[in-house]
């Protein structure tokens, strides 16, 4: 597990990116509730961190694909792939991210980075 | 169905996800199944994305609708309710969806000269794209928005690039004058000369376009000629149909158009806009793929429903590596405020007010405090 922040330090509405790669980010939603998904919406390099959060979803600062934060899944195109989900485990007031073991569905470009490939 | 383009496209889903389970039928004059335009002047004019990333439907989706591509609509008949095709076919139906878009205009005189190119289509981005492999000098008519996104792919391609725009400053329109001289400055940070404030006479060349002539007496070397000089909603066609037209087809703020059954979404639909009191024809994405909702609502009931208040037009574009991004209305602005960065550093995010009030937001390089001000313009708004 990974620690992410102090739950005190993650108002609702809003979210925390995690900077391993790929980046991870947990939101905690106006209800109270805590997702964590990749960061990195799967269309464009663009953080879903910087994106629009409501209810139990966040649209993507760049292109409006929406992501349901609870499967990952995508709404409509530009992204057509889901993103990662990550389960959050919260002990003793500190937010922790167990990360999937799954592959992540990462943009072209930042795929091509990972490889070493251009940015 | 007429459009089978992202408001098209939009509209179908709309349908589906609202419980139309009737037969469905999408005409498109393009012969492609619909595909994302905005990466055409980018990713696809670099080579970096491929025709197939720009699909726009998913793999597994199935909209359950008969295709109709390479199909020109050319009239509409209310009375029979019925769509003619060049091809003399006509489809019949009970309601109609609006979405056939705008088409790039085109320079006078320039037709039939080679190496001339406008871009609104995936045809139109292949041709450009195999021009620009081959290199030379462009020269690209029009500083707005898509001639600055292929001046910036053009430019990382390695060619000689020169912008001509008839207004003194480029993007006034769009951010106003201050903020429309900040962003069109990526240009010549990068060293792409930006020849502001003269109109263009026409192109010489014999077959093939030889220069760019200017109103006032100069000559700019050309071996390609991109024209980006604004676009025309697609509507002729509605013409004598008694469907009322200005700027596009004239909608209320649900898509509905003056004929009963018939609802107008994207590029062509000049909606009312209930908080500016007039009409407005946005020619964003995501307005094509927001407002289709509204509009596919209204069609199914009747209109009975009351639209809601939608979110503040938002677009985006990518230049020189700087992702900028505008929400709301720069017109009617009294005042534009530097909030975090710089006009200098190419990081600004600047806010637009009218009596005090924030009316629009530009950011550069700046995504997480602009999405902050675009929820405040959205929560302000409605």
């Known amino acids: ?119 | 169905m007429v459009g089978a383009s992202l408001a098209g496209l939009s509209a179908a889903r709309s349908l589906r996800k609202q419980g139309f389970d009737g037969r469905l039928v999408v005409i498109g004059d393009e012969l492609h199944r619909p595909y994302d335009r905005p990466p055409l002047s980018k990713e696809f004019l670099a080579g970096t994305l491929g025709e197939a990333e720009l699909a726009l439907e998913a793999q597994d989706e199935d909209l359950g609708a008969e295709w109709l591509l390479g199909a020109r609509a050319t009239g509409l008949d209310h009375a029979r309710r019925a769509v003619r095709l060049a091809d003399g076919r006509e489809v019949r139906a009970d309601g109609f969806v609006i979405a056939t878009g705008a088409a790039a205009r085109a320079l006078p005189g320039s037709a039939g000269l080679a190496g001339v190119h406008t871009l609104r289509t995936l045809d139109d981005a292949r041709a450009l794209r195999d021009e620009l492999a081959r290199g030379g000098r462009l020269v690209v008519i029009g500083a707005g928005f898509v001639g600055a996104e292929v001046a910036s792919t053009a430019y990382a391609l390695g060619i000689d690039v020169t912008v001509v725009e008839a207004a003194p400053t480029p993007l006034a329109g769009p951010l106003g004058e201050t903020m429309g001289a900040v962003v069109s400055a990526l240009h010549t940070d990068h060293g792409v000369r930006l020849v502001c404030g003269v109109g263009v006479k026409g192109l010489s060349g014999e077959e093939r376009v030889d220069a760019v002539l200017l109103e006032d007496g100069r000559s700019i070397p050309a071996d390609i000629v991109v024209v980006g000089v604004g676009a025309r909603p697609n509507v002729e066609w509605l013409e004598g149909s008694g469907i009322a037209l200005d700027n596009g087809v004239k909608c209320g703020a649900d898509g509905r158009t003056s004929l009963a059954g018939v609802v107008a979404v994207g590029d062509c639909a000049n909606w009312y806009d209930p908080r500016a009191g007039h009409h407005r024809r946005v020619e964003h994405w995501t307005g094509a793929r927001e407002r289709p909702d509204a509009a596919v609502a209204a069609l199914l009931a009747g209109g009975a429903v009351e639209p809601g208040v939608p979110r503040p037009p938002y677009f985006w574009s990518d230049q020189y590596g700087v992702r900028i991004q505008f929400a709301g209305h720069a017109a009617g602005a009294d005042s534009v405020t530097v909030e975090a960065g710089s006009a200098d550093g190419r990081d600004v995010l600047a806010v637009y007010r009218r009596a005090g009030d924030p009316v629009a937001v530009l950011g550069m390089n700046q995504p997480r405090l602009f999405m902050r001000w675009r929820k405040q313009l959205a929560a302000t708004a409605s």
């Open chain 1, 1 to 119: 597990m990974i620690p992410a922040c102090r739950l005190a330090d993650l108002p609702r509405g809003e979210a925390h990116r995690l900077d391993i790669d790929p980046p991870v980010s947990v939101f905690h939603t106006d209800d109270g509730e805590l997702f964590a998904i990749d960061d990195t919406c799967t269309h464009q390099d663009a953080s879903l961190a910087d994106g629009w959060l409501e209810g139990c979803e966040v649209e993507c600062p760049l292109h409006a694909s929406k992501f349901d934060l609870r499967t990952g899944a995508v709404d409509a195109p530009p992204a057509k792939l889901p993103v990662r989900t990550h389960e959050v485990v919260v002990e003793d007031g500190t937010v922790y991210v167990r990360l999937s073991t799954d592959a992540p569905n990462l943009p072209p470009c930042v795929t091509a980075r990972l490889a070493g490939g251009p940015a």
